[in-house]
């Protein structure tokens, strides 16, 4: 067999999986200018939604039109490409990630010189023709262009909002400016200077990247909020009704009756049914917010972002509504691990209490058993010491007939005395017989007993 027909091991196929970038091609399509809007979605079911996204890019890229040459689609990643008669480009990129996936929809103008703005993407018969699955994240309208940043009256009519926010990132040469505030269209817009035509198309998409990024990850861990709220009054309340319980039990378990014991058990193992079902929801939904707040501060910090006047730092509106987010979820998370825990210690101490009750009585009835033993043991000894003179009394009696009837034929001479000489040997023959039958049936049950 030829080296080359031998099938790769699946520890070599995690090899090249790991070491893949298939986004690596995607950068010689790009270039400046350029329009992209970006749009990503939250799945609601990840291992189901997951597929599902992938043959959603796939329907995409057939309504488009797009060559099979200039179409890459891998398990998590995919793009593809369109060239126009004008020569207008069109690069739809597709990834998904743990818990959403996204669409960067590039237009890259052919003509030398062209003007792009914000809105709708200007590319010949555009139109986006998917209903994407899940919850819209957010959308982002970004132009990427060679020229500096317009004065800051012209920026203001092009972004909405009242306060703009602008820094250098990566380098001297690149600015970004943006208002954080949504147009027309629900977007929200950004304004990048790259200073060149000529710049690295790697960077470029670097770039873009980088913003999307770091929106993402923030309105990811900003969604969580409502939920977080009604979480914070819904464990404040049980923990207002723990404390209440914890009270009434602590000054009642002492004489409380089993009746009593067994309501408080029923209660306290809804309340942690309840506690238990909130805990499972919200680790579910917020658990992921550290690595989230992480993404983001990384981010910004590999964006060696520095000021860009007269505006303030695109981090200053960035961390100012991640800062604490992430933080406050974890600790409501242990709120409620810390209420969990106190419901199943009091469960724990009335289970104690109930065993105790039980240990209690079981003492009682054994101490009975006992008792009730010992007379029994004393009553068999009465009966054998009477079963004794009972047997003595009728062999002494049978005896004496023997003794009168050997008197009258004159064997004999005096029947009474040999009568009253026979009393103790029929006590001792009475014993023997009384301890032999004892034995008999001792080792009688003990050969009847079942073989294991």
């Known amino acids: 067999m030829e080296p080359s027909e031998v099938e790769p091991s699946p520890h070599e196929d995690l090899i090249r999986k790991l070491h893949e970038r298939p986004q690596i091609p995607l950068t010689e399509w790009l270039r400046v200018p350029a329009h992209v809007h970006y749009k990503a979605f939250r799945m609601a079911d990840p291992p189901t939604q997951r597929p599902a996204s992938r043959e959603e890019f796939r329907r995409l890229v057939e309504s488009f039109q797009m060559a099979p040459n200039h179409t890459v689609l891998r398990e998590t990643f995919g793009y593809a490409v369109k060239v126009a008669a004008n020569g207008d480009r069109l690069i739809v990129v597709w990834q998904a990630h743990t818990e959403y996936y996204s669409y960067q929809?590039?237009?890259?103008?052919?003509?030398?010189?062209?003007?792009?703005?914000?809105?709708?993407?200007?590319f010949p018969g555009y139109l986006?023709?998917?209903?994407?699955?899940?919850?819209?994240?957010?959308?982002?309208?970004?132009?990427?262009?060679?020229?500096?940043i317009p004065p800051r009256d012209e920026l203001r009519q092009m972004l909405p909002g009242p306060v703009v926010y602008g820094s250098r990132m990566f380098d001297d040469e690149?600015?970004?400016?943006?208002?954080?505030?949504?147009?027309?269209?629900e977007r929200e817009r950004y304004l990048v200077s790259v200073g060149s035509p000529r710049i690295a198309v790697s960077h470029l998409k670097d770039i873009v990247d980088a913003l999307v990024r770091i929106e993402t990850y923030y309105h990811l861990l900003l969604m969580q909020k409502p939920l977080f709220s009604t979480a914070i009054d819904s464990v404040y309340k049980f923990e207002q009704v723990h404390l209440k319980q914890?009270?009434?039990?602590?000054?009642?378990?002492s004489h409380a009756d089993a009746q009593t014991l067994q309501r408080w058990l029923n209660s306290l193992t809804q309340d942690l049914l309840k506690a238990n079902r909130?805990?499972?929801k919200l680790h579910f939904e917020l658990s992921a917010a550290v690595p989230y707040d992480k993404i983001v501060h990384t981010t910004l910090t590999a964006m060696i972002e520095r000021p860009y006047a007269p505006y303030r730092p695109l981090s200053d509106y960035v961390l100012s509504g991640v800062t604490g987010v992430a933080e406050g979820y974890q600790q409501l998370?242990?709120?409620i691990e810390t209420l969990s825990n106190g419901y199943e210690g009091m469960i724990a101490i009335i289970r104690t209490r109930v065993d105790l009750m039980l240990e209690s009585q079981n003492l009682a009835l054994l101490m009975s058993v006992d008792k009730t033993t010992k007379s029994q043991v004393i009553l068999q000894h009465t009966v054998e010491g009477l079963s004794v003179i009972v047997i003595a009394y009728y062999l002494s009696g049978l005896?004496?007939?023997?003794?009168?009837?050997?008197?009258?034929?004159?064997w004999l001479h005096n029947a009474n005395i040999a009568s009253a000489i026979f009393v103790p040997i029929a006590i001792g023959l009475a014993f023997l017989v009384t301890t032999l039958s004892r034995k008999y049936l001792h080792k009688k049950l003990q050969s009847e007993k079942p073989q294991p």
């Not at 986006?128 to 970004?142: A, Q, Y």
Request: aromatic fraction near 8%; charged fraction near 15%; proline fraction near 5%.
């Open 333 to 335: 998370l242990k709120r």
């Open 399 to 410: 005896a004496g007939y023997v003794f009168k009837g050997l008197h009258e034929m004159g």
């Open 128 to 148: 986006f023709p998917i209903t994407p699955l899940g919850t819209e994240v957010c959308r982002l309208d970004i132009v990427v262009r060679a020229e500096a």
């Open 105 to 122: 929809l590039w237009h890259l103008p052919g003509a030398q010189g062209a003007q792009l703005g914000f809105g709708p993407l200007t």
């Open 174 to 185: 690149t600015t970004v400016v943006t208002s954080f505030t949504h147009d027309e269209h």
């Open 246 to 253: 914890r009270e009434i039990i602590a000054g009642h378990i």
């Open 278 to 280: 909130l805990a499972g």
